[in-house]
């Protein structure tokens, strides 16, 4: 501990007055040094983290475009997971008898809301898109609603999720489907 250091520094005593001025100086330049070290530590890491706020926060330009791209991309995945979650557990509940109901587009708007916040943690209801969640997942082929009377036909099993967007990747890649296909319809109803 320091108060230790200080009292071993205290006892040491030369036979000449230059080995003591040279143990003096010796010792005060160490804290010197051990000071400046300290405060040039300091100054870097309020460095680091001014430029990580810097760069985090302040968006300018394309930067602010390509950050707000980038979240908005976020959010849509997210609202398209969550959405995709609920529509298989709602499915399960109407195949295992609990409800009599039919899964129309229509239906599945009007108490998806609900639905989707209970699958989120904290107890705010956020207002969910459903219509354009429907369109993102319905581009990617994970649901499909029946063209005449917009009953839902299929939901994607969990398993399968992930075979199911490397083939969309794959066509698109191989430039059997347009990247555009994906996000042409973005929030229009069908």
């Known amino acids: 501990s320091i108060i230790s250091f200080i009292a071993v520094l205290g006892s040491v005593k030369f036979d000449s007055p230059r080995l003591d001025l040279v ?4 010792v005060s330049s160490l804290l010197l040094r051990t000071f400046f070290r300290y405060s040039n530590k300091l100054a870097r890491y309020d460095l680091l983290v001014k430029t ?11 930067g602010a475009v390509k950050y707000a791209t980038s979240e908005a991309a976020s959010q849509r995945a997210l609202r398209a997971a969550l959405t995709h979650t609920w529509l298989l557990q709602r499915k399960m509940e109407t ?9 129309t587009r229509e239906g599945l708007v009007k108490e998806g809301i609900n639905g989707v916040n209970e699958l989120m943690p904290g107890d705010r209801n956020i207002n969910i898109d459903l219509e354009a969640a429907f369109n993102d997942l319905e581009d990617l082929g994970l ?7 917009q009953q839902l036909v299929y939901v994607c099993e969990e398993r399968k999720v992930a075979d199911t967007l490397k ?4 066509d698109m890649l191989d430039r059997k489907m347009s990247f ?5 319809r973005r929030n229009q109803s069908v």
Do not use: Q, Y
């Open 167 to 170: 083939k969309k990747w794959g």
């Open 52 to 62: 990580f706020l810097t760069s985090k926060i302040a968006h300018r330009g394309p």
């Open 23 to 26: 143990a003096a100086i010796s």
């Open 180 to 184: 555009s296909s994906l996000v042409g």
């Open 95 to 103: 195949k295992s008898g609990e409800e009599d109901s039919i899964l």
């Open 143 to 149: 649901i499909i609603f029946s063209m005449s009377d």
